[in-house]
């Protein structure tokens, strides 16, 4: 029931600041509050269809209806302080488990020209290729909602940041954690259900700290640009892994989560026509814990995703690009069956190859086909995104994704294949 409530209460609060808004500044993007005060703001509203092709084995809804959307709030004060408010809401018309009020970003912004700064809850990206990031893993993210493009969760954050006066850019980050967020994972009456009786009740989540989810966490990052148009980001993690382990308490399983270290490298440039990119993340626990066969084990692996992006100008018709991507992606326990490892890991051994055909108008009009192949097994999984912008204010986004599954650790959703079509509109 509050959780229903919370959601009508976003829902309500938002629709009534988007009308107030559009009423008082004519689709402005800026609002002046006051003499210290300015106000910026845009956003999104719009609907969402999914319907799944195959049959699921025990009868599942072939379809999902929802509605969606965001409001993003930036208060400017003076001195140099900024607060953010960034919200998102979503209602399923089909699976209640589905609702969503999301806080996104709610933080205290202070800043000047060498140092930052900001406190609250917040997003991070550390992403940089296009595929599987290994290093984008300071946010929770909801595998409930979407397990194959799961939405990042906000993450009740402390971040500095300090950018030396130097002639090389170089930024140097520090991350200050207090709370282990815990994610939902997809049962019950959900396609990316993994079919076991696992609890996301938080009262039976475990934890490797006796501090529980309040076990402190802390990264440090350091950024800088090598041959003047390659920029890397060298990283350091002492926390919680987002993605759970399964433990088994003779009845039901319950997300266990487990303390590790990771330390990497993420990397992109462009060198003329070339986009270089990689991510390589080494992880080591800090504790042991069971594997599925009921080992005890301290897993220790590096994992890569490493790739370029090629384009061609003008490659068919004048002024439309075609991109072409390659990545490999992997990690040191590539061929272990999935039960020897500490949890779910299923892109172990795979290559990404894709070709996105960008028209380069005003509406922003792309498409993308590309898909995953797993070089052991041969599984795949295909995927087609068409998106573009309507009047201007109107984006409408088409994907359709084929898993080809049969001996990954994904062929529990070999069913899944889904057709995706979201209309929004912008403001």
């Known amino acids: 029931m509050l959780k229903k409530l919370m959601i009508w209460m976003g829902v309500f609060v938002t629709g009534i600041l ?21 106000m910026r703001f845009n956003g999104n509203i719009g609907v969402e269809g999914w319907y799944f092709p195959r049959k699921a084995p025990v009868g599942l809804s072939d379809h999902r209806k929802s509605v969606n959307g965001q ?9 140099p302080v900024e607060f953010r408010l960034n919200q998102r809401f979503k209602i399923d018309f089909d699976n209640s488990d589905l609702n969503r009020y999301e806080i996104e970003d709610m933080y205290l912004d202070y800043f000047n020209l060498n140092f930052e700064a900001r406190a609250g809850f917040q997003i991070f990206s550390w992403k940089t290729v296009e595929s599987v990031s290994q ?5 929770q993210t909801d595998l409930e909602n979407d397990l194959l493009d799961a939405d990042k969760l906000s993450e009740l954050a402390l971040r500095l940041r300090f950018v030396p006066n ?16 815990a994610t939902r994972l997809p049962i019950g009456e959900n396609r990316f259900s993994f079919g076991l009786p696992v609890s996301n ?147 172990r051994n795979h290559l990404f190859a894709g070709f996105r055909y960008a028209f380069n108008n005003i509406s922003d009009r792309s498409f993308l086909f590309g898909g995953f192949v797993d070089y052991r097994e041969g599984d795949m999984i295909l995927s087609f995104e068409y998106e573009d912008r309507i009047s201007d204010v109107f984006t409408v986004n088409f994907i359709y994704t084929d898993l080809i599954v049969d001996t990954s650790p994904l062929d529990t959703f070999s069913h899944a294949d889904r057709l995706l079509l979201e209309v929004n509109y912008n403001f």
């Open 18 to 38: 988007f009308v107030l808004l559009t009423r008082s500044s004519v689709y402005a993007q800026d609002v002046v509050i006051s003499e210290n005060i300015n």
């Open 71 to 79: 409001l993003d709030l930036t208060f400017q004060f003076k001195p």
């Open 166 to 181: 130097t002639a090389v850019e170089q930024v140097f980050e520090f991350y200050y954690l207090p709370r282990m967020r």
């Open 201 to 347: 009740d938080a009262d039976d989540h475990l934890y490797q700290s006796d501090m529980n989810e309040w076990r402190p966490q802390f990264a440090l990052s350091y950024e800088r640009f090598f041959f003047g148009q390659v920029g890397a980001r060298f990283f350091y993690f002492n926390g919680y892994n987002r993605f759970p382990g399964f433990a088994f308490d003779g009845r039901n399983f319950m997300q266990e989560y487990r303390l590790v270290h990771k330390g990497g490298l993420a990397f992109q440039g462009e060198l003329d026509a070339w986009l270089l990119k990689g991510e390589m993340v080494y992880t080591s626990y800090q504790k042991d814990l069971l594997n599925q066969l009921g080992q005890s084990i301290r897993p220790k692996y590096f994992a890569y995703t490493l790739g370029f992006e090629y384009t061609f100008y003008s490659a068919i018709v004048r002024n439309h690009d075609v991109g072409a991507i390659v990545e490999l992606i992997g990690d040191t326990d590539t061929g272990k069956a999935a039960a020897e490892l500490e949890g779910f890991r299923p892109f």
């Open 135 to 139: 290093a984008d893993f300071l946010n």
